[in-house]
């Protein structure tokens, strides 16, 4: 292993892991605006919904619930914990020597 090679990956697993967690909060934050009624209106609510809507595009409509909150959280919820799951999974194979 040439010197620094440990310093490279251990970043990129930085940046894998960061990214999927800021994937997850935008669509965490989508769920929290829902739930809370948020104005759809505003232009901050409609940016956190147009990529929470695009980065869970494969989820939002997976589950049938009567409730539309239920959909929403499911959902959408899915597609967070996947890229948590995911991103620190392979954050973590990159970690290792």
């Known amino acids: 292993m040439s010197p620094g090679t440990g310093t490279r990956s251990s970043t990129a697993a930085r940046v894998i892991a960061v990214v ?6 935008i ?30 595009g494969w ?3 997976l589950f049938t619930f009567d409730e ?4 929403v959280v499911s959902g959408y919820g899915l597609a967070a914990i996947v890229y948590l799951f995911i991103g620190h ?3 973590g194979r990159i970690r290792r020597p």
């Open 27 to 56: 669509i965490g934050l989508w769920i929290l605006m829902y739930l809370l009624d948020a104005n759809r209106g505003n232009d901050l609510v409609a940016f956190v919904k147009d990529a929470a809507r695009w980065l869970a």
């Open 89 to 91: 999974a392979v954050a």
């Open 68 to 71: 539309a909150w239920a959909r």
């Open 59 to 61: 989820s939002y409509d």
């Open 20 to 25: 999927a967690d800021v994937m997850a909060f």
